[in-house]
């Protein structure tokens, strides 16, 4: 079992009174746990930090993500979704043919439906869907989450593949089938929804057909495969559970392939006191003070949360005013570990140069605030 996420407090902040507390966010505040003296940073203990005090994670949900409207509209359909954004999605593409996927929101009543937002995604680029104002893709509904969903796009052996993941919001996705995922990996055109919306993610490989019939017929059945270790390692075919094409995409014309879809676990929600073989190591620096934490693989596949809130795995105190609640996501993709924006406000700064996707090599770091900086370090052998 691996270690849990935790809240990290610099070791000289005292802990916010409630009058402070309320100060800074109106929701009911949660109370923090006294300091220690600090520790030195020189040691790793797995997955268990030095140099920050870490504190259990809280129960309550925050007032900010949680759902608080339900819609009763219908989702639309996945071939009705399809149907509607492929215009704009085909027209987009035509204008930026660099894209691997294009992403079109699909909302409205039933018989109404209508494209909320179409934008593209190309190699290396991150797509950031929340109520946020600085999201990439702002749906203004009150029961969707600031910083919702993200969607990343790289290649693996020459194949565009589509990363989609949940940004431990609790409110999750649907897949077509009908079943809720937190995190899935595609190497074609995908359909999600939850609630009343309805996202495709359009591969271009789907979006040189003349019309939406046409490009509707030619998308081939569904294979999703369910967590595991490696998403596209060899699996024997009995982890393969296919779905029905009749019921959620036509039947493939002559020579139409099957799109791959594999869930993933979300980023990790750990529990303290649990060890883990560190792959890496994270610092987080203010001035000259530090803290050290050794990460595993697996913990970096799934993604590592970095901001404000208690839904991060690794939770900044509210001093750092700067640092958004949900302000990057560290990912590891192809063996390489990627730091990505998630639509923070301040950003993530390579030097001097704003960043919203960026890959880290050994001993890379990025600025989150004026004073904040996280380093990477990559451990050649871990122990086994």
Known sequence: MLPSAMKWRWPWQKPLSSEQSDAHQPAPRLVSLP???????ESIEGGKPTGMLPVARPTRGDERTRVVEFSDRPAPSAEEAFRVGFPEARNWFGNHPSALFVAAAIGGNPGQRHVLACVGIGLHERLVLGRHSHCDVLLDFPWVPLRYLMAFA???????????????????????????REAIVTDGSV???????GFWFYAKKDLTRDSAQDAWTQLGPVDIEEPGGDPWAAQSLSSVRPVSATLHRMEGGTGASSTRITALHPPLVLEQGALEIPWGTLKLRYGDDKAK????????????????????????AEQFQAVSRVHLLLLLVDG????????????????QHRVLAERLEDGASVRLDEEVFVDWHRIKHPEA
Do not use: K
Not at 35 to 41: F, G, I, L, V, Y
Not at 294 to 309: C, D, K, P, T
């Open 154 to 180: 790289h290649q693996r052996q020459e194949t565009p593949v589509l990363r989609v993941l949940d940004l431990n919001t609790r409110l999750g996705f649907l897949t077509e089938e009908g079943q809720r």
């Open 336 to 351: 390489d570990v990627w730091a990505l924006d998630t639509a923070s406000t301040f950003g993530i700064w390579r030097e």
């Open 293 to 316: 934490w050794g990460v595993s693989a697996e913990r970096l596949q799934r993604g590592i949360l970095v901001g404000r809130y208690e839904r991060c795995g690794l939770e900044l």
């Open 35 to 41: 300091d220690r003296p600090q520790e030195s940073d």
């Open 191 to 197: 359909f999600v929804s939850t609630r009343s919306l």
